[in-house]
C-alpha cells in the first residue's frame, strides 16, 4: 500500500508541474491547427480535388509541407507529448471530483486520450523525417491480411464496431455538452462560455459523426470481405461523397471539425490542466 501510495504521490506532483500545464496548454493549440487543416482536406474530398489523405496524418503532411512546415511539426508534437503525458496521469491519479463508475469512466477516456495524443506525435515525428507510406494504403494492406487468418474477419468487425461506438460516444457527448465540465466556466465572459458550448458542440458532433461512418465501414468490410472498405476515415469520408448528398454532408462535417479545431484554441485558454 505504501509503494502505491508513493507512486501516486509522485504522479501527483508530476501532474502539478507549471511547465507541463505550459506544455499542454500550447499542445491544444497544435491540435486545433490539426484539425484546421484536417477539415480543409475533407473540403477538398467532398469537391473531388484532394491528393492527400483526409484523415489526421495527412492534415500533419499538408503542415509539413508549408514554409516553416517541420519546425512546426517538432513544436506539435513536443505539445502533444506532453498532453499524452497528462491525460496518462490523469488516467492513474487523476478526476477525483468524480466517484464510482463516472470516475472509471473519466479514466478510461484518458487512456484513450493518451494513446491518440502519443499517435499523432509519432505521425507528426515521422513526416519530419519524410516518412512517405500512406496510412489508408496500410490500414487496408493490414486489413486484407487480417481477414485471411483465422477469426480475422470478426476482429476487423469487432474494431469496426469499437470505432462506431466511440464515434456515437462523441455525438452523445457533444449533444449533452458533457465537455462543459472541463472547461473554467467561471473565467469565461457570457459571450465566450456560448461560444465555447457551440463550437464544442459542432465538433463533437461532426468528429463523431466521421469515426461512426469510418466504424461502420469497417464492419461491412469485414462481413462482405472486402479490405478495400476498410480504409479508415480517408476510405469513409470518400464513400459517403459518393452518395446521394455526400457533398453536402461533407461539407457539414468540415464546418463541424473546423469548430473543433477553434474549440481547441479556446481549450487551450480555459480547459481545466
Given at each position: 500500500m505504501s509503494l502505491t501510495r508513493n507512486a501516486e504521490a509522485t504522479a501527483a506532483r508530476t501532474a502539478d508541474s507549471r511547465w507541463l500545464e505550459i506544455l499542454a496548454r500550447a499542445g491544444f493549440i497544435g491540435y486545433g491547427i490539426v484539425h484546421l487543416l484536417f477539415a480543409w482536406l475533407i473540403l477538398q474530398v467532398a469537391f473531388d480535388s484532394s491528393?492527400?489523405?483526409?484523415?489526421?496524418?495527412?492534415?500533419?503532411?499538408?503542415?509539413?509541407?508549408q514554409p516553416m512546415g517541420k519546425f512546426l511539426l517538432i513544436a506539435i508534437a513536443v505539445g502533444l507529448?506532453?498532453?499524452?503525458?497528462?491525460?496518462?496521469?490523469?488516467?492513474?491519479?487523476?478526476?477525483?471530483?468524480?466517484?464510482?463508475?463516472?470516475?472509471?469512466?473519466?479514466?478510461?477516456a484518458s487512456v484513450v486520450r493518451t494513446?491518440?495524443?502519443?499517435?499523432?506525435?509519432?505521425?507528426?515525428f515521422r513526416v519530419v523525417q519524410d516518412a512517405s507510406s500512406n496510412s489508408a494504403d496500410q490500414q487496408q494492406a493490414f486489413s486484407e491480411k487480417l481477414m485471411a487468418s483465422g477469426g480475422g474477419r470478426f476482429l476487423v468487425g469487432l474494431a469496426g464496431l469499437v470505432l462506431a461506438a466511440v464515434g456515437v460516444?462523441?455525438?452523445?457527448?457533444?449533444?449533452?455538452?458533457?465537455?462543459?465540465?472541463n472547461l473554467k466556466?467561471?473565467?469565461?465572459?457570457?459571450?465566450?462560455?456560448?461560444?465555447?458550448?457551440?463550437?464544442?458542440?459542432?465538433g463533437y458532433i461532426a468528429r463523431g459523426a466521421v469515426f461512426a461512418v469510418a466504424g461502420l465501414l469497417i464492419v461491412v468490410a469485414a462481413v462482405n470481405y472486402d479490405p478495400e472498405k476498410a480504409r479508415g476515415l480517408d476510405g469513409a469520408l470518400r464513400t459517403l461523397r459518393d452518395q446521394p448528398y455526400g457533398q453536402i454532408l461533407l461539407a457539414l462535417m468540415a464546418l463541424g471539425v473546423a469548430a473543433f479545431g477553434v474549440y481547441c484554441f479556446l481549450q487551450s485558454r480555459y480547459r481545466k490542466v
Open positions: 491528393g492527400e489523405e483526409a484523415n489526421q496524418n495527412g492534415a500533419l503532411r499538408t503542415l509539413g509541407a507529448v506532453a498532453m499524452a503525458i497528462w491525460q496518462a496521469l490523469e488516467a492513474a491519479v487523476g478526476h477525483h471530483a468524480k466517484q464510482g463508475k463516472e470516475r472509471l469512466f473519466e479514466r478510461i494513446v491518440v495524443f502519443l499517435w499523432l506525435a509519432w505521425t507528426a460516444g462523441m455525438v452523445i457527448y457533444g449533444l449533452k455538452k458533457k465537455f462543459e465540465r466556466i467561471g473565467e469565461m465572459s457570457p459571450k465566450t462560455r456560448t461560444l465555447a458550448r457551440r463550437l464544442g458542440m459542432a
